[in-house]
């Protein structure tokens, strides 16, 4: 999730853009609206995302076939239907059960979809780090603090523990301001 955050750089996307014969990139203007776009309806988004995490944890937790929930029973069908519409004012599609096409929930995640949203905090973190380049007017593709990302992050894999790399990254604990100051607040 993290490198995933290079390709909304306007930088990044000027030499993603440019065409295969004639060297031409997108405009300014275009290449500005597409790294702005990133942000659109991210407040429906994250509201999505945790109302599912949230029904990935009432299934989990449940011995169903029917759920409590507000104090009402629901079954998984009405439930999901239910959990959605209230966390993002907006009724999904009449006769619909899109959990049944949300492979997370099926996968052995079992109730741990809400760890995505971590995921998405520490990589906020992380690349801040590159972010304060562009903000010195510096590339984001930054050699040594690369090889930094790579020796600190990707290196250990698992046999360091996840807040131990990340101190070792950022020379501090890790953060949800970078998340929340980029994400929520555009």
Not at 138 to 156: A, F, N, T, W
Request: proline fraction near 2%; charge should be negative.
């Amino acid at each position: 999730m993290m490198l995933e955050n290079f390709v909304w750089c306007p930088e990044i996307l000027r030499r993603l853009s440019r065409h295969v014969s004639d060297g031409r990139c997108l405009s300014d203007e275009t290449i500005d609206a597409l790294s702005k776009s990133r942000f659109l309806m991210t407040g429906y988004s994250r509201c999505k995302y945790l109302a599912m995490a949230l029904y990935d944890l009432k299934v989990h937790s449940g011995n169903g076939p029917e759920y409590e929930f507000d104090g009402k029973m629901y079954d998984a069908v009405k439930l999901y239907n239910v959990m959605i519409e209230k966390y993002t004012g907006i009724a999904p599609t009449t006769g619909s059960f899109a959990a049944a096409s949300w492979f997370h929930l099926l996968m052995g995640y079992d109730a741990g979809y809400y760890g995505y949203i971590y995921s998405k905090t520490y990589a906020a973190d992380l690349f801040s780090q590159f972010e304060e380049l562009s903000l010195e007017d510096r590339s984001v593709i930054d050699c040594d603090l690369g090889r930094k990302y790579h020796e600190m992050i990707l290196s250990p894999g698992a046999t360091l523990d996840g807040a131990t790399m990340l101190r070792n990254f950022l020379g501090r604990d890790a953060s949800k301001d970078a998340f929340t100051r980029r994400d929520l607040t555009k």
